[in-house]
């Protein structure tokens, strides 16, 4: 049940890598265009040597050229953690903007269906609880997390400027927190943080009280419901997430159990506008869609901790002979 041929933008970045694989598996064929700024050619260094993948580096603000036929466009560069956008702010933004631009511009050219990938943080710290795609959302423009909340938002409206002047067949998911494999144990989200500390016996770092809530996805899930939109018709914005909601300490304690840790709780402060509350309202996806999250979070914790207790020694840093000489594999 193939779906032609796919374009996945930061396709060797934690989404993008799961993304591809589960396209592979599907039986289609995948290019994965990624620059390496948080991705790694190591998250699909398994895929290399499959018939139907392609890895190729390249930076979507410049330019993109992907000759021959195209079925489908899914736009997943960026990054993605508030340490990543926090120190690349411009080129958060750029990938955001021209980077959304260069994609649709490929996907009207093919005529292929466009997915692109935003985020719960177009609502901002949310006035409404849970949010609904019909929420405008509550972001504050000038703050540091602005770059990312704002490039997403652009997207989406860019996005729709193009279904709506040009005819491009376009979708909007908004993802909502998701963790599993593959994670970067120093990206600054939540639950590679607190695994990581977790199994190294360090000092677990609560931000602020740690009342503050987030509803977390297991990966695999969230790839379901993607794959779902994108064989659908709708246009969305479509919310994909597990309302699974749990405040930041709690999730804290939780996977210090599981880990079997006697790591410390302490406390640090608080980011600049980050939000209160979490929790998607996905009405929506179970209606249209069929979907709804199926792995429970206390076992897809588990996998998680398994996950990175398998690989200790994952840095932060890409090898890069190694990125070059996979990247320029036939």
């Not at 290399?48 to 195209?70: N, Q, S």
């Not at 021209?98 to 649709?104: A, D």
């Not at 608080?270 to 209160?276: A, C, K, T």
Request: proline content about 7%; charged content about 20%.
């Amino acid at each position: 049940m193939g779906m032609g041929r796919a374009v996945v933008t930061g396709g060797a970045g934690f989404l993008g890598s799961h993304l591809c694989e589960r396209l592979l598996d599907q039986g289609t064929e995948v290019v994965c265009l990624d620059n390496f700024l948080t991705g790694s050619p190591s998250n699909v260094e398994h895929l290399l040597g499959h018939e139907r993948f392609r890895l190729v580096k390249a930076d979507i603000t410049d330019y993109i050229h992907v000759a021959g036929p195209v079925d489908t466009v899914l736009h997943f560069a960026s990054p993605a953690s508030p340490i990543d956008y926090l120190q690349l702010p411009i080129h958060t933004m750029k990938v955001g903007s021209i980077g959304t631009l260069h994609t649709l511009g490929l996907a009207k050219e093919k005529g292929a269906r466009f997915l692109l990938a935003s985020t719960s943080e177009t609502y901002g710290d949310p006035l409404v609880h849970p949010q609904p795609e019909t929420y405008w959302g509550n972001v504050n423009p000038v703050g540091p997390r602005g770059v990312y909340d704002e490039a997403k938002r652009f997207a989406e409206a860019l996005t729709m400027a193009y279904r709506r002047t040009l005819g491009v067949n376009t979708a909007i998911v908004r993802i909502f927190n998701t963790f599993g494999p593959r994670m970067r144990p120093n990206d600054g989200r939540a639950i590679p943080t607190f695994v990581r500390q977790a199994l190294h016996g360090e000092t677990i770092t609560v931000a602020g009280d740690g009342s503050q809530t987030r509803s977390i996805c297991y990966v695999d899930d969230l790839i379901d419901g993607i794959l779902a939109l994108l064989r659908s018709d709708l246009a969305g914005p479509v919310n994909i997430g597990n309302p699974h909601e749990i405040s930041v300490l709690e999730l804290a304690k939780w996977i210090r159990d599981l880990s079997g840790s006697r790591s410390e709780i302490s406390f640090v402060p608080r980011p600049q506008d980050d939000p209160e509350i979490r929790q998607p309202d996905i009405t929506q996806a179970r209606e249209f869609l069929g979907w709804s999250p199926q792995v429970p979070v206390e076992e897809a914790l588990k996998r998680t901790i398994a996950w990175f207790r398998e690989h200790p020694d994952i840095t932060e840093i890409v090898d890069e002979p190694l990125a070059e000489e996979l990247v320029n594999r036939p």
